[in-house]
């Protein structure tokens, strides 16, 4: 079954999901131009890695709940794709 993925995410200053449950999609995951500083994603080693604003990827089959981020409190992330 395929189904549309379109989520806001409000940046916390403490490291949170991008979806709290298991969500397999292939998705465009982005840091809207009006974001005030940086979206740090939680690297696979542990660190820190920085994305800009305005700066967006794409991602193929991939589990959103296994993607954390943080930032400046009030910044945003978005993810549109689908379970395709």
């Given at each position: 079954m395929n189904n549309v993925i379109m989520r806001k995410l409000t940046i916390t200053a403490?490291?949170?999901p991008i979806v709290a449950a298991r969500t397999v999609g292939s998705v465009v995951i982005s840091c809207p131009p009006t974001n005030?500083?940086?979206?740090?994603?939680?690297g696979?080693?542990?660190?820190?890695i920085p994305w800009r604003?305005?700066?967006?990827?794409?991602?193929?089959?991939?589990?959103?709940?296994?993607?954390k981020v943080k930032g400046t409190a009030g910044d945003l992330v978005t993810v549109v794709g689908g379970t395709w």
């Open positions: 403490a490291y949170q005030a500083g940086v979206v740090n994603f939680l696979d080693d542990g660190n820190d604003p305005g700066e967006w990827h794409n991602f193929v089959a991939v589990d959103l709940s296994q993607i």
